[in-house]
DNA sequence: TATAATGTTTGAAC
DNA sequence: AGTTCAAACATTAT
C-alpha cells in the first residue's frame, strides 16, 4: 500500500473520532488499547497513525496488507480487530506497533503532507550521485509515501530511464523529478478514489508503450531489487532529456498541480505524533 | 496453477 | 564494528 492508499484509510477512520475502543482481538495480542479513545487518524508516508490516550497504534501494510470496516473476510484471521461502538474495524496481514513514546516524524519529506518540502527534496536527491533514480525515488527518507508502482509511473511520465544515475540528471531533470514525484501521487490519490487506478496505469505492469508502440521491459533494478517496467524507446539509458518537453509537461505549472495544491485534504501537522 | 509482488525488518554473512 | 544481503512474512493478482 502506497502513501495515497492511507489517505483514503485516513478518511474512513474518521468517523471513528473522539469514540472508545471496548473490544480488541487478534494476534497482535494489544489488550492495553481496550478503553481507550481515537484522538487522532494520520499517516506518514506507508505509517497509518492512530492515536489514543499516551500511546500510538503504527500499522504497516507492507505488500499485501489490507483493512476492513464492519466487513470481516471468511476465512481470514485478523491480526487485530477493534470494537468500537457497534463498529469493527479488521486489519489484516500487516505489521503492527504500539508506540509508548512519541515517535518524530518529519512530515516535509512526506509527498503527501501539506508540509512537503520540495526543496528539502531537491537537496537530499543530489547527496548520492551513485544512486539509480529507482532506488531514489524508493527512498523513504526523501519520498515517504512512494512505492513501486508510483516509482514506475513517474520515471515513465519524465521518460527517465531507471536505471539512471544521479549524476547524469541536469538540474532541470531533478527539479522535474520532486515535482512529478509529488503531482503524480495525488493524481494517483484521484484515480483511487475513482476505482479509475489501474486503468490509468501506463508502464506497471503493461505489455506495450502508449507513446511509441514499444514494448515494455520488466526488469530487476538497482540496489533495492526491486521490479522496473520501463519503455525500452522512450526511457533510453543514456540521453539527453529534451529540456523543452520537460518544462511543457513538468515545469509550467498545470491547472491539475494548482487544483490538487490548492487545500489539502489532510489536517496540518507538527513534526511528531501526540502521546 | 504457479509465480510475482502497491514492502520492510531482521539477522546472518562479510 | 559497520555494511550488505537474502530470507521471512502473507495473500492477492496475474
Not at 149 to 154: D, G, Q, R, T, Y
Not at 156 to 166: A, S
Not at 211 to 238: D, H, M, N
Amino acid at each position: 500500500m502506497e502513501g495515497p492508499s492511507l489517505i483514503i484509510a485516513t478518511e474512513e477512520f474518521a468517523p471513528f473520532l473522539g469514540r472508545k475502543v471496548s473490544c480488541v482481538y487478534g494476534s497482535a495480542n494489544l489488550p492495553s488499547l481496550k478503553g481507550l479513545t481515537l484522538e487522532s487518524v494520520s499517516s506518514w508516508g506507508k505509517h497509518f497513525l492512530l492515536g489514543f490516550t499516551g500511546l500510538t497504534l503504527r500499522v504497516h501494510f507492507l505488500l499485501s496488507g489490507s483493512y476492513r470496516i464492519n466487513q470481516r473476510r471468511e476465512n481470514r484471521e485478523p491480526k487485530l480487530e477493534l470494537k468500537i461502538g457497534k463498529d469493527r474495524i479488521y486489519f489484516y496481514s500487516c505489521s503492527i506497533r504500539i508506540l509508548e513514546k512519541p515517535e518524530v516524524y518529519d512530515w516535509s519529506v512526506d509527498v503527501m503532507s501539506s508540509s512537503w518540502d520540495p526543496k528539502k527534496a531537491l537537496k537530499a536527491i543530489s547527496l548520492d550521485r551513485d544512486e539509480m533514480v529507482a532506488d531514489l525515488l524508493m527512498s523513504q527518507k526523501i519520498f515517504a509515501g512512494i512505492g513501486n508502482i508510483i516509482k514506475n509511473e513517474v520515471l515513465y511520465n519524465l521518460r527517465i530511464h531507471p536505471e539512471t544515475r544521479i549524476r547524469d540528471l541536469g538540474a532541470k531533470e531533478k527539479i522535474a523529478l520532486v515535482k512529478e514525484a509529488h503531482d503524480y501521487s495525488w493524481q494517483f490519490l484521484e484515480w483511487k478514489k475513482k476505482g479509475e487506478l489501474k486503468r490509468n496505469l501506463k508502464i506497471f505492469r503493461r505489455r506495450q508503450c502508449q507513446r511509441c508502440l514499444a514494448p515494455i521491459v520488466r526488469e530487476v533494478t538497482g540496489r533495492l531489487k526491486r521490479v522496473s517496467w520501463y519503455c525500452e524507446l522512450c526511457q533510453q539509458p543514456v540521453q539527453t532529456i529534451d529540456s523543452n518537453f520537460l518544462i511543457e509537461h513538468f515545469l509550467k505549472p498545470k491547472a491539475r498541480s494548482k487544483k490538487l495544491r490548492k487545500k489539502s485534504l489532510r489536517p496540518q501537522q507538527g513534526d511528531k505524533v501526540k502521546p
